[in-house]
Nanobody, 126 residues
């Protein structure tokens, strides 16, 4: 019903920047709270950032606060994650996720997400 496709991952040196994009198709993009999660090998999936339908509420994980910025363009059905000052600890597969809800709330639990993208690899070298 909803498809999410991430792009923009790659290899970057510590201190560098990347911009991830997530393009949505199917049900109206504006109906969803959008989020970014990441998962490194052997670790739990971790909340990175989330944004409500009109961008009124934004939340970040403590480990990325001040370095990452989430935004969305409902006209383009796209959510972005601008990542600055990248660190080797940021290395992970990054997933875009959609939460169909009428509440002005950013859920941080992966279990609450309704749809997932395929993920895009981000690797940060020292």
């Amino acid at each position: 019903q909803v498809q999410l496709v991430e792009s923009g991952g790659g290899l970057v040196q510590a201190g560098g920047s990347l911009r991830l994009s997530c393009a949505a198709s199917g049900r109206a993009f504006s109906s969803y709270v959008m989020g970014w999660f990441r998962q490194a090998p052997g670790k739990e999936r971790e909340f990175v950032a989330g944004i409500t339908r009109s961008g009124g509420i934004i939340r970040y994980g403590d480990s990325v606060k001040g370095r990452f910025t989430i935004s969305r363009d409902n006209g383009k059905n796209t959510v972005y994650l601008q990542m600055n000052s990248l660190e080797p600890e940021d290395t992970a597969v990054y997933y875009c996720a959609a939460d169909y809800t009428t509440l002005p709330v950013v859920n941080t639990s992966p279990d609450r997400m309704d749809y997932w993208g395929q993920g895009t690899q981000v690797t940060v070298s020292s």
